[in-house]
């Protein structure tokens, strides 16, 4: 069964620390992506990762970082969190090109991030 | 730049009845996913529709998909208080080959009173 695990489901960090977020899947998957949840406003894309090393912005990249240095692994990182950035994040991953596309992404069950 | 809508936003039914959740979207795509979410949980793949007049049933839940009309539907049939979730439909932003690069709508709150 697919396995998007994320590290802590919920995390509290201090205004201008540097906060990682981090997302390991076990389906050999290609393409991983993280999103912020927030009422109202859905699900909205900050970056995706479709090969190791490699990284593209979402709709709402500001502020954040990534890295995936590893293909199970990727992490999300807040260079200086601010109190906007309090929000459910979610990973998600996907085996798009090597799979087929017919399959839906997969997701974490997400980390729960307040910024103080 | 592709919008996704959903409405209603919140949706209160009783046990047994039906209705509709309506997914627009503002740009050509023929990739749509619907996902379900419980409380303080992930989200569920419920349905992958791929191509105009796809139409795919789970249980009470039947999603469709019309691409010239840029409109997906949820219909739930005879409700009852396990489908108590949030619906979210998401669309890819590409066109004749998957991007996977997913818009997601605000998601539709569905309570089913008993």
């Known amino acids: 069964d697919v396995k998007v695990t994320q590290s802590s489901r919920y995390l509290v960090k201090r205004t201008g620390e540097k906060v990682f977020l981090e997302c390991v899947q076990d389906m050999d998957h290609e393409n991983m992506f993280w999103y912020r949840q927030d009422p109202g406003l859905g699900l909205r894309l900050i970056y995706f990762?479709?090969?190791?090393?490699?990284?593209e912005k979402g709709d709402i990249p500001e502020g954040y970082s990534v890295s995936r240095e590893k293909k199970e692994r990727f992490s999300l990182i807040l260079e200086s969190a601010s109190t906007n950035q309090t929000s459910m994040y979610l990973c998600?991953?996907?085996?798009?090109?090597?799979?087929?596309?017919?399959?839906?992404?997969?997701f974490g069950d997400g980390t729960r991030l307040s910024i103080l | 730049e592709l919008k996704v809508e959903q409405n209603p936003l919140f949706l209160s039914m009783q046990e047994g009845k039906n209705y509709t959740i309506y997914c627009n979207y503002s740009?050509?795509?023929?990739?749509l996913y619907w996902y379900r979410q419980d409380p303080g949980k992930s989200l569920e793949s419920l349905f992958v529709l791929l191509s105009n007049g796809a139409v795919k049933q789970e249980g009470r839940l039947m999603a469709s998909l019309d691409t010239k009309a840029r409109l997906s539907t949820l219909h739930i049939t005879a409700a009852v208080h396990d489908l108590s979730a949030t619906y979210f439909c998401a669309v890819d932003s590409g066109y004749g080959g998957a991007t996977n690069k997913l818009i997601f709508g605000t998601g539709t709150l569905l309570a089913v009173q008993p």
């Open positions: 990762s479709y090969d190791v090393k490699m990284k």
């Open positions: 740009t050509t795509s023929d990739r």
């Open positions: 998600a991953s996907w085996n798009g090109r090597s799979g087929g596309s017919n399959q839906p992404q997969h």
